[in-house]
């Protein structure tokens, strides 16, 4: 345990912390279970998003193969362009939040590609949307996860360190100052008792 002043202003010192710590551990607490709940959230959406990846890769198979035989007609044909994001805040933490992809497709000749070339595109696009908005969902999950665990170790500072920490100088500080103030008392009396038999004497003596 750390060493501590046995004195009143020490003892008033660790009280006030004490009562600050108290004060300011189920705020921390609440904001633990908060970001576990938000986590919780991102982790289902992100799912959702690979879901819906999967669904579309899925819809891909009848013609996937005729695009593995001309693949260069999308090579380079696609790419994205931008991610729009925009700006939220979770119990006390910014995050982004995905609204939207800009794509770029290059000029397609229709007379010179085959007719199933728009899906291919128009499936392409849709599918880099989705893991564009996977990837704003990890980032996400990256941040809130970092701020989760720094709350878990405020938390956890508070409960097992601070707080004890507190109630045992309070313990030892009291302890102190009873003995201190119980010596006092004892040697008031005895001075006093010397004192009347000091006078006791002279009085005799006269």
Same mark, same amino acid.
């Given at each position: 345990?750390?060493?501590?002043?046995?004195?009143?202003?020490?003892?008033?010192?660790?009280?006030?912390?004490?009562?600050?710590?108290?004060?300011? $551990?189920?705020? $921390?607490?609440?904001?633990?279970?908060?970001?576990?709940?938000?986590?919780?959230?991102?982790?289902?959406?992100?799912?959702?998003?690979?879901?819906?990846?999967?669904?579309?890769?899925?819809?891909?198979?009848?013609?996937?193969?005729? $695009?593995?035989?001309?693949?260069?007609?999308?090579?380079?044909?696609?790419?994205?362009?931008?991610?729009?994001?925009?700006?939220?805040?979770?119990?006390?933490?910014?995050?982004?939040? #995905?609204?939207?992809?800009?794509?770029?497709?290059?000029?397609?000749?229709?007379?010179?590609?085959?007719?199933?070339?728009?899906?291919?595109?128009? *499936?392409? *696009?849709?599918? $880099?949307?989705?893991?564009?908005?996977?990837?704003?969902?990890?980032?996400?999950?990256?941040?809130?996860?970092?701020?989760?665990?720094?709350?878990?170790?405020?938390?956890?500072? #508070?409960?097992?360190?601070?707080?004890?920490?507190?109630?045992?100088?309070?313990?030892?500080?009291?302890?102190?100052?009873?003995?201190?103030?119980?010596?006092?008392?004892?040697?008031?009396?005895?001075?006093?008792?010397?004192?009347?038999?000091?006078?006791?004497?002279?009085?005799?003596?006269?």
């Amino acid at each position: 345990m750390v060493k501590v002043k046995l004195t009143k202003t020490e003892l008033k010192a660790r009280t006030d912390a004490l009562k600050r710590f108290q004060r300011f $551990l189920p705020m $921390l607490q609440l904001k633990k279970q908060q970001l576990q709940k938000e986590i919780a959230g991102i982790t289902a959406k992100a799912a959702e998003t690979s879901a819906r990846e999967k669904a579309l890769r899925d819809g891909m198979i009848p013609w996937v193969g005729l $695009l593995a035989t001309d693949a260069e007609l999308l090579s380079g044909l696609i790419k994205v362009k931008s991610v729009n994001t925009g700006w939220a805040n979770v119990a006390g933490v910014t995050i982004p939040t #995905f609204q939207s992809v800009d794509t770029e497709v290059g000029k397609i000749d229709k007379w010179a590609t085959p007719a199933w070339i728009d899906d291919a595109v128009s *499936s392409a *696009s849709q599918l $880099l949307s989705l893991q564009c908005e996977r990837a704003v969902y990890e980032e996400q999950r990256r941040l809130v996860t970092e701020e989760l665990q720094l709350t878990s170790q405020r938390v956890n500072l #508070f409960e097992k360190v601070k707080i004890p920490e507190c109630k045992e100088a309070i313990r030892v500080i009291k302890i102190a100052l009873g003995d201190e103030q119980t010596a006092a008392v004892t040697r008031g009396k005895i001075a006093k008792s010397r004192t009347n038999g000091a006078n006791e004497s002279e009085e005799g003596a006269a």
